[in-house]
């Protein structure tokens, strides 16, 4: 019987190729977040450009800033994750992991299995809000100006919860096979 058999685990080259597919589904995200940051900075500097040179403000601005947050934390939030850059205090943890590696990594697998938690919490609450905001096509802004669907935040909100808390999950797994929470042991700094 092959190893993709139902009822048999993944081999190691199963798991390459999905770690793989996770790292380039991250690796777009962060990009697309990051080319947003500078759409959005582009549409700031306009704004601000037309109220101050012409005492008119694009309309949408404010309402487009408010949404671009929520959806680009969302959207590196995976790729911050895999780095090692989400907020924690790293003295105490690297302290723990230099003395004492079996505390370490109970430490490190309490703390990524929180965030799985957390995550799916997370998305337990968004997914419905996603479909809401779908059927009942509501949108942010005021009509006659400028309006904009909600569900594209939405949905960008569940794809970064979702690809994060694979990511958690993957360090999970990492930490309980390996050891580590990296793939090598040179530091992704």
């Known amino acids: 019987m092959s190893d993709t058999s139902v009822g048999a685990p993944l081999s190691g080259g199963a798991l390459r190729a999905l770690g793989s597919v996770l790292d380039w ?3 777009v995200m962060n990009a697309i977040g990051s080319g947003w940051i500078f759409a959005l900075m582009v549409m700031i500097c306009t704004d601000a450009f037309g109220r101050t040179f ?3 403000p694009f ?3 404010t ?3 408010e949404m671009s947050i929520v959806g680009i934390v969302f959207m590196q939030l995976g790729d911050a994750t895999r780095r090692g850059r989400l907020t924690r205090s790293d003295g105490f943890y690297n302290l723990v992991h230099r003395h ?3 505390v370490w990594r109970l430490q490190a697998l309490l703390f990524q299995g929180l ?11 968004a997914v419905p809000d996603l479909i809401d905001a779908w059927v009942r096509n509501y949108f942010v802004g005021e009509e006659g100006l400028f309006t904009f669907p909600e569900w594209p935040i939405r949905a960008v909100v569940v794809l ?3 690809v994060t808390l694979l990511q958690f999950a993957r360090v999970v797994w990492r ?6 929470e990296t793939a090598s042991p040179v530091s992704t700094d």
């Open 59 to 61: 309309h949408g601005v």
């Open 175 to 180: 930490v309980h096979v390996t050891g580590r």
């Open 25 to 27: 589904v991250l690796n």
């Open 63 to 65: 309402e487009m800033v």
């Open 160 to 162: 970064g919860c979702l």
């Open 54 to 56: 012409f005492a008119h």
């Open 115 to 125: 965030g799985i938690v957390f995550l799916a919490i997370v998305l337990y609450g």
């Open 100 to 102: 004492w590696p079996g």
